[in-house]
């Protein structure tokens, strides 16, 4: 077999490479003549000593393999394994396991698999690839040396670059090679340094070749998808060093080519909200750190547009930037009725990074939304029409302020909230004297 065939030592606490799953895969795509090892993160976490030990059921693992796509797929149907073409022209497929529906990863496991291969042509969006044997090729065409350390199923561990493992030890992210060819052959590759950088070595700054190749190259990113950049903004925007690592990206001149547009943004909060994070970093999710950066709902609106945020993401985008402010400690039975808790939660926690309300008051908010019971209005047309009041704007409007009266008092039973509708149409009704 050609390519990296001598290991250079074995990992230890991989206990995800003993899932009956991984072995599994690994022995069938590895008969005679052929090999199959893992890759990419899980390697480079697990030797970085970052992978918890309860990590397994939700760790990614990849998996790099000397067999074809279609002798890959065949290996596993034969086998009874469900698997998908999820991409086909680069070689890759992905095995799909069942799984507790309640599991972090929602009733299945994943596992891709690419065939060995090196770019034979490429625009810095998309490469056409040839596939082949030789370990050493696959991996010069990879990134970053921390991604080019392989493991096989006994544990071996392979690299091919004979520096990924000293790099991984030493907290080194640099590219393979020529930092501008790598960027060059995909443009995403800026963002992705950027993701590692400030996850591995976030105390120190990159190279002077890297630094001016990632400048160069800025222009370029706006070729990537909308969705491609979505989801390695969305990832930097997950590290615990997320308001440098953007930082980073704005002085490298790359953020308002990355969100697609320009913007005043506000880094400010964006630290604020991960210093709240703290105590609460379960509602500091990404989307509502991207929501930190916007300066305001026009720019959330051109971001979700360019991200191609889904229509979900869209609005919760929008509604976390359109916060009310210290009406929401004013006000928190109304905005609760009226936005949700939800959305209150996100409103909340931008108010508290905007310097609106203090930490202990978000904190009140949060409390709040944690135990709010949403309440139905239980008035409608049927009860305004019985009094005489004809369907209309007219109605619409009474209703619509009576609601606003039941919740500001405080939900009163159904007997005053009709006694008061009573009231309003008797006025509304009565002639002037």
Not at 246 to 270: K, S
Not at 408 to 413: A, L
């Amino acid at each position: 077999m050609n390519g990296a065939t001598k290991h250079s030592a074995y990992l230890r606490e991989a206990t995800w490479l003993g899932v009956p799953e991984v072995q599994k895969l690994l022995a069938l795509l590895s008969p005679d003549g052929e090999e199959t090892r893992c890759v990419g993160g899980c390697v480079r976490d697990t030797l970085a000593g970052s992978v918890a030990s309860n990590a397994d059921s939700d760790l990614e693992v990849d998996m790099a393999t000397t067999l074809t796509p279609d002798a890959v797929m065949n290996i596993l149907e034969n086998a009874g394994i469900r698997v998908v073409a999820t991409g086909l022209a680069y070689g890759t497929v992905t095995a799909i396991f069942p799984t507790d529906a309640a599991a972090p990863s929602g009733g299945s496991k994943k596992y891709e698999i690419t065939t060995l291969r090196h770019d034979i042509k490429g625009d810095g969006r998309h490469a056409e690839v040839m596939f082949g044997r030789d370990w050493h090729i696959d991996a010069a065409r990879r990134d970053l040396t921390i991604n080019a350390i392989y493991v096989d199923r006994y544990g071996a561990i392979f690299d091919p670059t004979e520096s990924g493992i000293a790099d991984v030890a030493a907290g080194r992210v640099r590219f393979i090679g020529e930092p501008a060819q790598r960027i060059k052959e995909d443009y995403l590759r800026i963002l992705r340094f950027v993701r590692f950088y400030f996850q591995i070595n976030p105390d120190t700054a990159p190279d002077a070749p890297t630094v001016e190749a990632i400048k160069a190259a800025v222009p370029h990113i706006a070729q990537l998808s909308g969705e491609r950049r979505q989801d390695e903004f969305l990832k930097i925007l997950g590290l615990d060093e997320a308001d440098n690592a953007v930082r980073f990206i704005d002085e490298m001149g790359a953020l308002h080519v990355t969100l697609g547009v320009d913007g005043n943004w506000q880094h400010t909060r964006l630290s604020a909200l991960l210093g709240f994070a703290g105590s609460a970093s379960a509602h500091a999710d990404r989307l509502l750190r991207l929501a930190a950066l916007m300066p305001d709902t026009a720019a959330a609106d051109a971001v979700a547009a360019a991200l191609r945020l889904s229509r979900q993401r869209a609005q919760r985008l929008h509604k976390a930037v359109d916060h009310p402010g210290v009406d929401l400690m004013r006000r928190p039975t109304y905005w609760l009725h009226y936005n949700g808790a939800a959305t209150v939660r996100d409103q909340s926690l931008m108010a508290c990074a905007s310097g609106n309300i203090t930490d202990t008051d978000a904190k009140n908010l949060l409390a709040l939304a944690d135990s709010w019971a949403p309440r139905l209005f239980p008035l409608g047309g049927a009860d305004m029409a019985a009094l005489g009041v004809k369907h209309g704007p007219q109605m619409g409007a009474m209703l619509g302020a009576l609601e606003t009266w039941w919740v500001e008092n405080g939900f009163p039973s159904d007997s005053a909230l009709h006694d008061e509708l009573a009231r309003r149409v008797s006025v509304k009704c009565d002639p002037p004297t």
